[in-house]
């Protein structure tokens, strides 16, 4: 909140103070302009001092306003207190003139005016740097050569025009000399800088920025007219030039007044940094040339020396970065143990092979496994494994004709993508490429001889689909090694359950992204107080087609997809946001989860829990998590480790099904849970059998003993109820109390026993 608090100033400091700059812009701006309508009313001399005076008072309300506008954009103030100071350099410069040099005859060159108007031009210039610094991320060495390039280029170009013939005719001895020359020079400097800033920055600059370009723009054409009209002996005081200047500051002015840009720009984007030094190189050659033919200035001829200069660095680093990009580009797309290509380049391919199925083209796909290959690298390690993999890419690549792909996808598997191949021309290739497998391979001495289980899709035939080729491929393959058939085409009737279930998995993963996945919640009643203190959440799946599924459905289904654990955690967060809802309805209930094998071994899934409670602004105390006897035996250490930390955050554990696994005594003491839940066999024939019955009590005794409450699930009639309340069981769950309900059916079945007089069970 405190952060909040002073984001919140900062914005309101910023907005006064760009405030400041705008009513200070509009309040000199009038008065520049009203002191030049007088000085165009009144006599020449008066109207003189009227326009000179409005002109100073312009420039002191600027200098002011750029450093306000330097509190507005904390990531660029030193850029514009660098303006500031180029402003006010040029205000003294000014005020001098009028009040000691103007009176004067004859003005000495240099004067202390011009000591401080060229003051302008080396502020101006660090200004104009550290504002296209602040608005790139990364000025790498290209973009500074293209920097250099076009800015060499425009002072090349602008000393052929004018600016050389200025150099040459300044006028008077060499103090005049050297001020004549000073301003073309500092002109040439803001105009290459700026040129380069151009390339650099382009239109992503911002408002400000392109009022920054504008008012410098201006600048340079006022004093390359200057200095032209001096060097000739035309310029009068109070000539339409000073209006020139007036606008170049008016355009800073209203670069100060614009809300500033937020964010920097990537210079690497697009194609101008690449078009403009390009076009700014031929330009420079064309000086050179027309300087070599026809005699031109030498200082633009320096200058478009060191333009391509700078542009033949360019590209010798393009020619590098290419290079280095190439190599990327195939290393990316190569396996780097064999050299084929690798599984992207695969993926690459089926996309171009999409567009010859569309046109009419066979397309067959061959997908290799290599049998035996685990023991090898088992027994004899994975440095040999290696070696083979290289010998068997190598022997499997002479065989493959020239314009098909052999790529390997991964481990021991290798793939085939070949054109114009139907079914039997396929399976010829498959064979042949088993047979020269089958040669035993000669590595450290040794001899090993593997095989390889073949399976082969060819489309349109089998799929329109390249991809789905390469997946019913696979279904092939595993027909193969699993029958032993060396090699087998894809079989509708004998492989399309794989198939089904691939499209079943895909149509899963769809649910969980797109919400339909839905749940159920069964009540748990507290015997001892006769309420419904909790639910268990049961997820059901709403198929767009098949219906309302139930687990069975899918639970085995995503576990051998590997979408167990990104299902638990949508349960979870779906759970804890429909116990919120309760929570803010007056509902207070414990909600259940059932918990994956992924999840309990994963170290990251007691933060991610933590989350979703903080997520929903729920206690810890909220949410139990039930987990099989099973779940706990695969890997009882990492899962141990898990449950610890979930139940130190304060979430209950449940161990569910309790007494169908194994060694149950022998690690249940040790084990950080709070509830056990008696499975549904010995609950439904506990009044039928006195064995059952005693089992009950005896787990009974032991949870209590432990600490720990007793959930007994699966009770579908009032007798085992009575049984269970009578034996002093905590929590009872089962048909006999409701079955599983969409949240809405529950809400009214938990109104219904609230408004039953004897709703105790």
């Known amino acids: 909140m405190g952060q909040r608090r002073t984001g919140i100033a900062r914005e309101r400091g910023a907005d006064r103070a760009l ?61 514009w207190h660098c303006f500031a100071g180029a402003v006010g350099a040029y205000l003294v410069g000014g005020a001098v003139y009028e009040m000691h040099y103007r009176s004067l005859d004859a003005v000495p060159r240099p004067s202390w005016a011009d000591a401080f108007q060229l003051g302008f031009y080396p502020l101006a210039f660090l200004a104009l740097l550290l504002m296209i610094r602040g608005r790139v991320r990364r ?81 340079v054409t006022g004093d390359t007219a200057y200095a032209y009209q001096v060097a000739h002996g035309t310029y009068v005081v109070g000539s339409p030039l000073d209006v020139v200047w007036g606008l170049a500051f008016l355009c800073f002015g209203l670069s100060a007044c614009h809300i500033p840009k937020s964010g920097r720009t990537d210079a690497s984007a697009g194609r101008a940094p690449l078009l403009v030094p390009a076009v700014c190189t031929l330009s420079a050659v064309g000086l050179l040339a027309h300087g070599y033919f026809h005699g031109g200035d030498p200082v633009a001829g320096a200058l478009a020396l060191g333009a391509v ?73 994975h440095g040999v494994g290696d070696a083979l993999l290289r010998e068997v890419g190598t022997r499997l690549r002479a065989q493959v004709r020239e314009g098909d792909l052999l790529a390997r996808l991964g481990g021991d598997e290798f793939v085939v993508l070949a054109r114009d191949l139907d079914a039997e021309g396929a399976r010829a290739l498959a064979e042949r490429l088993r047979t020269h497998l089958q040669r035993p391979f000669r590595l ?32 092939a393959m595993y027909s193969a090694k699993s029958g032993r058939l060396g090699a087998a085409v894809y079989d509708e009737d004998r492989d399309g359950h794989g198939r089904h279930r691939l499209e079943d998995i895909a149509a899963l993963r769809r649910a969980l992204e797109t919400g339909e996945l839905v749940l159920h919640y069964q009540p748990k009643l507290d015997l001892p107080t006769g309420t419904v203190a909790g639910v268990e959440a049961l997820a059901r799946w709403q198929h767009p087609t098949r219906g309302l599924l139930y687990p069975d459905a899918f639970i085995d289904l995503a576990e051998s997809a590997g979408l167990m654990a990104q299902l638990t955690t949508r349960v979870i967060d779906m759970a804890l946001g429909q116990c919120r809802r309760w929570a803010d309805q007056g509902r207070s209930l414990t909600m259940a989860v059932n918990v994956s094998p992924s999840n309990l071994v994963d ?41 610890t930390r979930l139940r130190d955050a304060g979430v ?77 069981c905590d929590v009872v769950q089962g048909y006999h109390l409701s079955r599983p309900l969409p949240p809405e059916q529950l809400e009214a079945w938990l109104q219904e026993r609230a408004m039953t007089p004897s709703s105790s069970g």
């Open 444 to 475: 450290g001495g040794m001899e090993l001889a593997v095989d390889a289980a073949a399976g082969i899709a060819v489309g349109p035939e089998h799929s329109r689909n390249a991809a789905e080729l390469l997946q019913l491929a696979d279904l």
């Open 652 to 728: 209950g554990v449940a161990i569910d099904d309790y007494g169908t696994g194994h060694s149950s005594l022998a690690y249940l003491a040790a084990l950080p849970v709070t509830e056990l839940k008696l499975d549904r066999t010995f609950i439904a024939a506990m009044t039928g059998s006195a064995r059952a019955a005693s089992i009950v009590t005896s787990t009974l005794q032991l949870a209590h003993a432990l600490g720990l409450v007793l959930v007994a699930e699966g009770a579908e009639d009032a007798a085992t109820v009575a049984a269970l309340a009578e034996l002093g």
């Open 19 to 79: 405030r400041t700059v705008r009513i200070t812009a509009t309040v000199a701006t009038a008065v520049w302009v009203l002191s030049l309508a007088l000085a165009a009313l009144g006599t020449p001399y008066v109207g003189e001092y009227l326009a000179a005076g409005g002109k100073l008072v312009f420039l002191a309300a600027l200098t002011g306003m750029l450093v306000v506008r330097a509190r507005v954009s904390p990531a660029t103030r030193r850029a």
């Open 139 to 219: 000025l790498t060495a290209n973009l500074w050569l293209d920097c250099l390039v076009t800015g060499l280029t425009a002072g090349a170009v602008a000393a052929s025009l004018v600016l050389g013939d200025l150099l040459r005719s300044a006028p008077g001895g060499d103090g005049a000399a050297f001020v004549g020359i000073a301003y073309p020079v500092g002109d040439l400097l803001l105009l290459s800088l700026l040129a380069g800033g151009l390339v650099v920055i382009g239109r992503h600059g911002g408002g400000g920025w392109w009022w920054i370009v504008t008012g410098l723009l201006l600048f």
């Open 309 to 381: 200069l700078a542009a033949l660095a360019r590209t010798a680093l393009t020619f590098r970065a290419v290079r280095a990009l190439a190599d990327s580009r195939r290393q990316a797309r190569t396996d780097e143990l064999t050299g084929l290509p690798n599984r992207r380049s695969v993926f690459e391919a089926l996309d171009a092979g999409d567009e010859r199925l569309l046109a009419g083209e066979e397309v067959a796909v061959l997908v290799l496994d290599l049998d035996r290959f685990k023991e090898i690298n088992d027994s004899l390690g």
């Open 603 to 643: 170290q990251g899934f007691p933060d991610d829990v933590a989350r979703l409670l903080a997520v929903h602004g729920l206690p810890a105390g909220s949410l139990v998590l039930e987990v099989t006897e099973s779940l706990l035996m695969e890997d009882r250490e990492r899962a141990v480790r898990v449950l």
